[in-house]
């Protein structure tokens, strides 16, 4: 191989590289109206929180303040799991903010990985900080949205939350879940529920035009 094609074939694997990695789905960070989001229960389950959370057995979450008082940035992880564990596999993550600093509370990034792979992702830096109704156990903030269901129930799930500007209690980062709407049906289907609607009233009208 000449020099020349050696390079056009590094550069060209290079660029194949970057795109498979660019294709995690963007999150995206919605504010919430004060006290409709929650509260974090066992149906609405922590992932990440600096507090004790009400989740079902066997669904762990990180807890980041054990051991003393957290800083001031957070890169934290969640446990693995696997999707067999999710009480739902369609969700958003709601985030309960405890801050008395509404200028300096930032999110930097989320991310979901499966199988170690970022399948969604979140990227800041966006403003977290000016929430009403802070710290009480629902959710200010909410990044949508969230489908694990064309996984396998075996497959690994890993969430990573990464913030700064935390300048009083910690946060709380939780799953809600998010009704899928039913089926729309194939145009084949529709078709078909057609012509067995015309067949019908066709045999009405021979029954009615004999009597």
Not at 87 to 104: E, G, K, M, Q
Not at 171 to 184: A, I, K, N, R
Request: glycine share 10%; net charge negative.
């Amino acid at each position: 191989m000449t020099p020349t094609r050696f390079k056009l074939g590094l550069g060209l694997a290079t660029l194949l590289a970057g795109t498979s990695i660019a294709h995690a789905i963007p999150l995206s960070l919605v504010a919430a109206e004060p006290g409709t989001l929650g509260p974090q229960s066992a149906s609405a389950p922590c992932i990440i929180a600096g507090t004790m959370c009400q989740n079902p057995d066997g669904f762990d979450f990180t807890n980041f303040v054990q051991g003393g008082q957290p800083p001031s940035s957070f890169d934290e992880d969640s446990p693995e799991y696997t999707i067999s564990q999710f009480p739902f596999l369609t969700f958003d993550i709601a985030i309960d903010v405890n801050t008395n600093s509404a200028a300096s509370e930032t999110l930097e990034s989320f991310s979901v990985f499966v199988d170690g792979a970022e399948i969604y992702t979140f990227t800041g830096p966006s403003l977290i900080g000016d929430a009403s109704n802070a710290g009480n156990g629902f959710g200010d903030w909410l990044l949508t949205s969230i489908d694990l269901s064309e996984f396998a129930s075996d497959a690994t799930v890993m969430f990573n939350a990464v913030w700064s500007g935390d300048v009083a209690g910690p946060e709380s980062f939780f799953l809600v879940q998010v009704d899928t709407p039913p089926p729309v049906a194939e145009p084949g289907t529709l078709i078909l529920m057609g012509l067995g609607l015309l067949g019908l009233g066709l045999l009405h009208r021979r029954r009615n035009s004999r009597s």
